[in-house]
T-cell receptor, first 112, second 114 residues
Framework: SQELEQSPQSLIVQEGKNLTINCTSSKTLYGLYWYKQKYGEGLIFLMMLQKGGEEKSHEKITAKLDEKKQQSSLHITASQPSHAGIYLCGADRGSTLGRLYFGRGTQLTVWP | KAGVTQTPRYLIKTRGQQVTLSCSPISGHRSVSWYQQTPGQGLQFLFEYFSETQRNKGNFPGRFSGRQFSNSRSEMNVSTLELGDSALYLC?????????????FGPGTRLTVT
């Protein structure tokens, strides 16, 4: 079973639309990472959340970790074709010495 | 500051051969982690090194091994390659261990086993 569940698995939106990707864990998250990946390439670090209720933004991307620290959401405002890619969430369990557990990813397509 | 670099970027090997992949972390980072990414299994943790010591290991057979050098560069080795080892191998570096330390990934090495 997956440590982290991401939804939706894929998303197709028109340029300019807002969208949200969710990441849910059955266990408490000590750190939650969001990465973006172009197919077959490395992961681009977007942001890391640690505290319950924490919210971070970078350009038009905002991520939040809920108070119970078991769910995170990634929100993109006014999407652009450059936002297209695979979004992955990764969880730090706090006691696993650097190991991150990843969701299966959300494939985002933005059409002009 | 230069990012995480991985060499080679692409590799084609034959079943039964062995392969060594290299990862150079961001300057000043002492922790290096390795992951295998496949369409079927997603991203799976291989192992993590900190100050030349393996501190954590994922659920992979002993054919997968690694090491870290005093300059924090890391190598991973896969012996007796199998078709199922075809994957994108990613390494990540961090300046420490734990949730306070952000992990940055390299571009990956695409290994194809024929």
């Amino acid at each position: 079973s997956q440590e982290l569940e991401q939804s939706p698995q894929s998303l197709i939106v028109q340029e300019g639309k807002n969208l949200t990707i969710n990441c849910t864990s059955s266990k408490t998250l000590y750190g939650l990472y969001w990465y973006k990946q172009k197919y077959g390439e490395g992961l681009i670090f977007l942001m890391m959340l640690q505290k319950g209720g924490e919210e971070k933004s970078h350009e038009k991307i905002t991520a939040k970790l809920d108070e119970k620290k078991q769910q995170s959401s990634l929100h993109i405002t006014a999407s652009q074709p450059s936002h297209a890619g695979i979004y992955l969430c990764g969880a730090d369990r706090g006691s696993t010495l650097g190991r991150l557990y990843f969701g299966r990813g959300t494939q985002l397509t933005v059409w002009p | 500051k230069a990012g995480v670099t991985q060499t080679p970027r692409y590799l084609i090997k034959t079943r039964g051969q062995q392969v060594t992949l290299s990862c150079s972390p961001i300057s000043g980072h002492r922790s290096v982690s390795w992951y295998q990414q496949t369409p079927g299994q997603g991203l799976q943790f291989l192992f993590e090194y900190f100050s030349e010591t393996q501190r954590n290991k994922g659920n992979f057979p002993g054919r997968f091994s690694g090491r870290q050098f005093s300059n924090s560069r890391s190598e991973m080795n896969v012996s007796t390659l199998e078709l199922g080892d075809s994957a994108l191998y990613l390494c990540a570096s961090s300046d420490g261990v734990g949730p306070l330390h952000e992990q940055y990934f390299g571009p990956g090495t695409r290994l194809t086993v024929t």
